[in-house]
């Protein structure tokens, strides 16, 4: 075995603890330091000198342990770490300070004569004397020093001093002497009012459990609580008297020679509970590992290319949204929830929804069916012209990350996955930790920052309150606010700064480093090497991410959610037919929220066809409309409903006073009459109808003559008329 400077021969059933400081070689001789009771801060004892056929036995014998031993830290810095990172400059220059005394001491042969021959008294004798070094201790300090730490300049520093008070034993309780109480300020120069004794091992005990009871029972936290709550538990005592009303209880402090101070609590709680420990107790351990807590991986780990993995989750915008179906063009309906789809590895936005309920996992998948679907006919939709290569993002993904909060469904993913578009893992982040996802979390910041914030009807940072809400000022609808949106988006996917991420090839290559530049230069390897999801048709696409909901099937249309649809299949598969003559039934549908005019339906042979929006001469009102702002139109029709049956409500009871007050005077002219006793058919009922429209003739040529001054002409009457109506009256 070969023996090298620095190693450590242990036994702990032994005891047995030896480094090894020194080899001569040609001495065949070595040097070993006892390292039980080994301390830096102390004065270090001469190495012991062993033959090297002895230590071999000795390893042997005894079974030793070989290892390196770890050198202080410290004697590995530099001398500019040393001085203005460990701001130790004092250090430096006591190690140089030593090490002009016993420079011509530790040249390789002279140590060699100090640990296996004659000694240095001789050549240390002429350097005494001179400045604080008059003894030989001194010397021989420096010298054990300087070998028992590997022979190097840095084993002169005094490292030891870097645990300096670490080895400070507080009392266990009041009945031990009281060791410390502190110093009077600093250098003793400011006085201290404080009579408070020093802090004890139950102290420090009793401050744990404080720290813990906070834990578990307090939302809010500060370290004034902690030292009030702790005060109240451990550092009073209850005074009993009697009063009129019975017992009563007092609460008094103990002498301040028996308490500890604020201070002192304040550091020995921040001692007992580090500051990560604090911050979690302050802000709860979601929002503890969500802005505090360290981390070293980054959002694309483990992501090799363009649509490998997207990102998707939802943020409420800052700022209002103007309602369309108002003629006064002032109403708001609320601030918008934007949901966004990312691709990790380029950080291209490829998708995104923007609703008015949620978040939730509804709003999810339309902003994923989005991500996977051509963009150029969903801006077209919104009044946007797009090229194919302005937001080329049209790709199914391998993964997708979303949170794993209770609104996004189990049966929503089971379906995703079962769907066998290309999806093979959802992962679900943390809830409530959007730096799971810290791409899509930026686009949201971008968003907000950048552009919501400036426009009308957005809400201030800092409100004044002599202004008015935001929600009066909303200046944009809904498809106006989707083109700021949808240009904001382009803009960001062909201008982003991403040269970080661009790889080895693109650099070789001159790849412009955008987000789009990257998204699609990767698509090319992802596609050589087999991962990129082959085209699948938009049919399935909406099939695999839309919810299931259900609509009725009529004698006439398909009705979903009040709204009419229309198609051929349910004509020639006899569905209409059904609903005539055996009742409506349901069928299940899938819809885009962002536009009313389709639904999708997967027939029994598996064909996914698109019903259509009732339309006849595009007099539809809701036609083109975004769903839920159908729905809030409908509410309101609803209420205009019930406020037309209240009106009818009042005007019938109009009406019938006046038609009461008529059936009155008709009942009172008929009580003059005799009671009828027919009980058949009245006769001569023909011929009083025909007097009554000879009279409403008569009455309405007598109306044209007064309002155009001519003559009736009443020889045109038929005689034979008269004749018969006289007949019927009097008799032949």
């Known amino acids: 075995m070969m023996l090298r400077i620095g190693t450590r021969l242990t036994n702990d059933k032994k005891n047995i603890d030896l480094l090894v400081c020194h080899v001569s070689c040609c001495r065949r001789f070595t040097a070993l330091y006892d390292l039980n009771g080994f301390d830096p801060k102390k004065n270090l004892s001469k190495p012991e000198a062993w033959r090297m056929d002895d230590v071999l036995a ?80 001194s010397f021989h300090s420096a010298i054990n020093r300087y070998i028992i730490f590997g022979c190097t300049k840095n084993s002169l520093l005094p490292f030891g001093l870097m645990q300096c008070g670490s080895n400070y034993l507080h009392v266990k309780d009041l009945s031990d002497s009281q060791i410390k109480r502190g110093p009077n300020g600093k250098n003793g120069k400011v006085k201290v009012r404080s009579n408070a004794r020093c802090v004890n091992d ?79 107790l302050k802000h709860g351990d979601v929002n503890f590992a969500k802005d505090f807590e360290d981390r070293q991986g980054k959002s ?79 801006a077209k939709r919104f009044g946007v012209l797009l090229d194919k290569n302005d937001w080329p993002a049209k790709h199914v993904p391998i993964e997708l990350a979303i949170d794993n909060g209770p609104e996004y469904r189990k ?102 480093f955008t987000p789009k530049a990257i998204f699609l230069n990767s698509l090319e390897d992802m596609e050589k090497v087999g991962r990129l999801n082959s085209g699948v048709s938009e049919a399935k696409i909406r099939w695999a991410f839309l919810p299931e909901e259900r609509a009725t099937v009529t004698s006439s249309s398909i009705r979903f959610e009040g709204v009419e649809y229309h198609h051929p299949y349910f004509k020639s598969s006899g569905g209409y037919a059904r609903a005539r003559h055996h009742g409506t ?75 009461d007050l008529t059936t009155a005077q008709q009942e009172a002219e008929r009580s003059l009459a005799p009671k009828n006793k027919h009980k058949s058919i009245q006769p001569g009922i023909k011929a009083r109808q025909q007097i009554q429209k000879l009279v409403l003739r008569t009455q309405a040529n007598q109306q044209l003559d007064n309002t155009f001054g001519t003559g009736t002409d009443l020889e045109s009457m038929k005689p034979a008329v008269m004749d018969d109506l006289d007949d019927e009256l009097y008799g032949d």
């Open 58 to 137: 000795h390893i042997t014998s005894h079974s030793l342990q070989v290892e390196r031993f770890d050198y202080p830290i410290v004697m590995t810095r530099s001398d500019d770490w040393i001085a203005t990172e460990m701001g130790k400059g004092t250090w430096l220059d006591k190690r140089d300070y030593k090490f002009r005394k016993i420079e011509s001491l530790v040249s390789p042969d002279k140590i060699e004569q100090y640990l296996y021959g004659k000694g240095l008294a001789a050549e240390i004798k002429p350097l005494l004397g001179k400045d604080k070094w008059k003894g030989k201790a």
């Open 202 to 280: 139950v102290d420090k005990l009793n401050i744990k459990k404080t720290a813990a009871f906070i834990k578990s029972n307090h939302v809010n936290f500060s370290i004034a609580f902690a030292y009030r709550l702790y005060h109240r538990t451990f550092e009073r005592y209850v005074i009993e008297r009697e009063t009129t009303l019975g017992t009563q209880r007092i609460f008094n402090p103990f002498p301040e020679e028996d308490r500890i101070s604020d201070g002192m609590f304040r550091y020995h709680f921040k001692k007992i509970i580090d500051k990560a420990s604090l911050l979690r």
């Open 300 to 378: 694309f780990d483990g992501v090799l290319g363009a649509t490998q993995r997207y990102e998707v989750d939802a943020t409420i915008l800052d700022c209002y949204v103007r309602y369309p179906f108002d003629t006064s063009k002032r109403y708001s309906m609320g601030r918008p929830v934007l949901y966004l789809v990312v691709d990790v590895y380029s950080t291209m936005i490829v998708g995104m929804y923007l609703g008015f309920d949620g978040p939730n996992w509804q709003g999810v998948s339309q902003a994923l069916a989005n991500a996977c679907l051509d963009k150029v006919e969903f």
């Open 411 to 512: 049966t929503f993913i089971d379906a995703l996955l079962n769907a066998r578009i290309g999806i093979e893992d959802v992962a679900f982040m943390a809830i409530y930790r959007g730096d799971a996802k810290g791409v899509v979390e930026r686009k949201f910041g971008t968003v907000n920052d950048q552009v919501i914030k400036f426009i009308p009807g957005a809400l201030a940072e800092l409100p004044k309150r002599e202004d008015s809400h935001a929600s009066n000022h909303a200046l944009y609808d809904y498809d106006s606010l989707m083109q700021v949106l949808i240009a904001e988006i382009c803009y960001h996917n062909n201008s982003a700064d991403r040269l970080k991420r661009l790889n080895f090839k693109g650099l070789v290559n001159g790849t412009d």
């Open 585 to 659: 039934f349901n069928i299940l549908v899938k819809r885009m929220y962002d536009n009313i005019n389709e639904l999708l339906h997967e027939t029994d042979d598996g064909q996914i066809v698109k019903l259509r929006l009732k339309n006849i001469n595009n007099e539809n009102p809701l036609a083109s409309q975004h769903w839920e702002q159908v729905m809030h139109l409908m509410e309101q029709e609803k209420d205009m409903l019930h406020e037309h049956k209240q009106n009818a409500l009042i005007t019938r009871s109009y009406w019938d006073s006046v038609t």
